[in-house]
């Protein structure tokens, strides 16, 4: 069994994650390497998230014959649904990478959704999925990140998203802790690969919750090697994109 | 829905080695060091034990290279010039686990110093530092060989860990860490075969099965990484599935070889995109380190202040331990 192939995003940006049919990059290469997600806070000033975006959108180098680039922006609500209705405009008008969304909020949901109508979003669900948000998905066609700190829940959740035809799915197993991450991210994608567990045949999703640089550098390093296909960090600089945009290069080689 | 975690029992388990002795064991280290042990992959406690966290050590030079980094040379600043100093910074300030002095000064194109004042280098750090100690040389030459095995018997009884030997060139250093009661590392230039045959060749002289570690070979990001990280990560599924001949801890240097690649060595006007030299030097050690950490790497030798703590602390945590058993 191969993972499924999620995109989030389309055009030239178009960011596909997922496809892997081995645990180990030496059994058989990983190619579609991890989505590195910078996250914008709906709370932040202006001018911050503004230079925050510029940074992501323009930075890029070459590399052994490629263009290394970040992949795509998370957008979380943690203040007023008008401020992060603000932050989706921003980024729908300054860049062209993929967006996930990140709000308890439906109606701000609904309508960050309807300004991304034709980008192909991710919706990250904080809370169990319901049929509004199956619905949600398939009106703008948005992947779903379901979350969940439960094998049996998470996967009771992608069986109901499955059944009502939605396939554009990415886990969040919630962990409290670098290596149970690790051991939880390994389990899935065995049961998936080498159980035919078709619950978890989905790509992995992974907040990195510290904003420290050594310590997100640190957790970047093992999700990236260890099964995360998207990852998400709350605050970059370019030395920390330089090094995980070349670590993306060398694992999924 | 219930959902069955599926559990793997691997018949292997990665060889205890203990490095450093203290009194009690006729050296004059302040602690010991076991490493290995372990009887399923980096993280996965739910099917083996992990007895033992993995170790930082940090470099210290008997000459520092020409070409290295500005920010390192910062932070060391003028304990660059005194071997002994560098290593109590380190272990002091910096909180190093063991030290790693690393011997470049003999080589005949490092400056071809008579090996009688390398080891009076040595003999003053194993002086100054009381941290269990890796020796590295550099490799198949008859110099070389000649100066590790002086600081074998300089060293007797102290368990330190000598890096390293290779295929076909291992006897005279081989013999002296027997004679002297020492570790050794089998190095194994990124090939599984190789790292059987010379560990085949360590057997059939009886060197002690307890005292022997793997270096895989290590390549730093950007040049070549996924090789050490995948010839680790082979070594360690063929050890677990119960090749003995894999079934021992391996070291890495991820400070070193990170120290010697361009991107660190360049400006922050030459090359703009890699940020401040302070964040670029340590995010590229720790990502190599980390990435060979999570592959099955049990000892870290580390350049960066910064990047050796954070790590140590990281694993630390993961280990629940700031404890070396």
Known sequence: ?253 | MKFEIPKETNPGKITEVVLGATDTEGGTRCNKITIGGWSSLRCLKFEGSHPHRPIVSMDVYDIVPEKYPIILKSYFGSTLDIPTDMARKCVEEYATDMINIRLESTRPEKGDVNIDETIKIVESIKIAVSAPLIITGYGSSKKNSELIKKICELTAGENCLINWVEIDDYQMIAEACMTYNHALVAHASFDVNLAKKIIKQLHDMNFPKDKIVINPSTNPLGYGLEDSYSAIEMIVNEALAGDELLSYPMIVCPGYKTSTIRENLTTEEETPELGHLDSRDACWEISTAMSLFIAGADLLIMSNPKAAQAVKISIDDMFNSGEVA
């Open chain 1, 1 to 253: 069994m191969a993972i499924t192939v999620l995109q989030i995003g389309c055009g030239n940006n178009a960011c596909k994650i997922g496809g892997e049919t081995a645990m180990f990059r030496h059994e058989k290469a990983f190619n579609n390497s991890t989505a590195l997600t910078i996250e914008l806070m709906s709370s932040k000033k202006e001018s911050v998230l503004m230079d925050t975006i510029k940074l992501i959108q323009d930075y890029k180098f070459e590399r052994d014959g490629k263009t290394l680039t970040v992949d795509l922006f998370c957008i979380t609500q943690n203040s007023s649904t008008e401020d992060f209705i603000k932050v989706v405009n921003m980024v729908k008008q300054n860049t062209s990478k993929g967006v996930i969304l990140n709000t308890k909020e439906k109606d701000a949901l609904k309508d960050a959704l309807e300004i991304l109508k034709s980008d192909q979003p991710a919706i990250l669900l904080s809370s169990a999925v319901t049929d509004e948000d199956i619905t949600l998905a398939k009106t703008y066609k948005a992947s779903l990140i379901v979350s969940s700190k439960s094998f049996d829940d998470l996967a009771e959740q992608t069986e109901k998203i499955k059944s009502a035809g939605v396939t554009d799915i990415a886990l969040n197993l919630l962990s409290d802790s670098l290596e149970k991450q690790v051991e939880n991210n390994t389990i899935i994608r065995r049961a998936a690969l080498k159980k035919n567990f078709e619950p978890f045949n989905y790509p992995l999703f992974t907040y990195i919750n510290t904003t420290d640089e050594c310590d997100s550098m640190i957790a970047a390093t093992m999700f990236i090697c260890k099964y995360s296909n998207i990852l998400v960090l709350q605050k970059v600089n370019k030395a920390m994109l330089y090094t995980l945009l070349t670590l993306k290069q060398s694992i999924f080689s």
